[in-house]
């Protein structure tokens, strides 16, 4: 072998050995370096009835859904939790509201209930005091509170129906929550907007639901 050879592979030589140092410092450097931890999400609850619930329609259709469509497009920090439940009354509300609390630990709590007390005809006061129990425990947990409101129709008689709306009022200005005052109020003039049962909307109908509501409860996330 010449001379011209041998420097030749000393000259590589050097350079892989010199990239072995390289990789060395480099590779703890690495190894060291911390993973990046996932952002952390905070939950909204929605504590509901049928209307909620996305009754007679699939559940990607309801109002709540089309809200945590919104939400993850325009507040990635939060997500959506449905425990709305087909018939609940605030009493069902009141019984559950402990357990979702300890299940999803939310930072906001919707409650959309008292809609089938007043088609029951359930005493007033026993309304109340199951929607305050639900705000007290959630506030107690940390939890915000929006409160949608619900109207029952005039053949109740004017004073249940005035005592029912006001209901919602009395508990928004007590515990200090923000209020919508009445869930349907953009599509409940047009019967087409509901099924044939008149009671449930329809899914045109429910990006209404998610605006409306969207104007008090988008604020709150923050």
């Known amino acids: 072998m ?29 190894a060291a370096a911390p993973a990046k931890t996932p952002v952390a999400q905070r939950t909204v609850l929605v504590m509901g009835d049928s209307l909620s619930a996305a009754y007679g ?27 709305s439940i087909t018939g609940e009354t605030t009493a069902g509300g009141a019984a559950r509201i402990a357990a979702e609390l300890k299940r999803v630990q939310p930072k906001l709590v919707v409650i959309a209930l008292g809609g089938n007390d007043g088609l029951r005809g359930l005493p007033l006061p026993q309304t109340k005091a199951n ?18 409101g ?3 129709p005039p053949n109740y008689g004017r004073e249940y129906t005035q005592g ?18 009445f869930l349907l109020e953009p599509i ?17 109908a429910q990006p209404k639901l998610r605006d409306h509501v969207w104007k008090a409860l988008g604020p709150m996330l923050k």
């Open 131 to 148: 929607l305050e129990r639900m705000i007290k425990a959630a506030q107690a947990s940390g939890a915000q509170v929006l409160l949608l």
């Open 57 to 83: 329609l699939s559940a990607s259709q309801g109002w709540v859904a089309l809200t945590a469509g919104r939400i993850a497009k325009e507040k990635p920090g939060w997500k959506v939790v449905n425990a």
């Open 150 to 152: 619900m109207r029952i």
């Open 164 to 181: 029912f709306e006001g209901n919602y009022t009395a508990l928004s200005k007590q515990y200090k929550v923000p209020l919508v005052p």
């Open 2 to 30: 010449n001379q011209w050879a041998i420097g030749r592979m000393r000259g590589v030589a050097r350079v892989f050995a010199s990239l072995l140092v390289c990789l060395a410092v480099i590779a703890p450097l690495h």
């Open 188 to 204: 409940a003039k047009d019967r087409a907007n509901f099924q044939d049962d008149n009671i449930h909307p329809v899914a045109s």
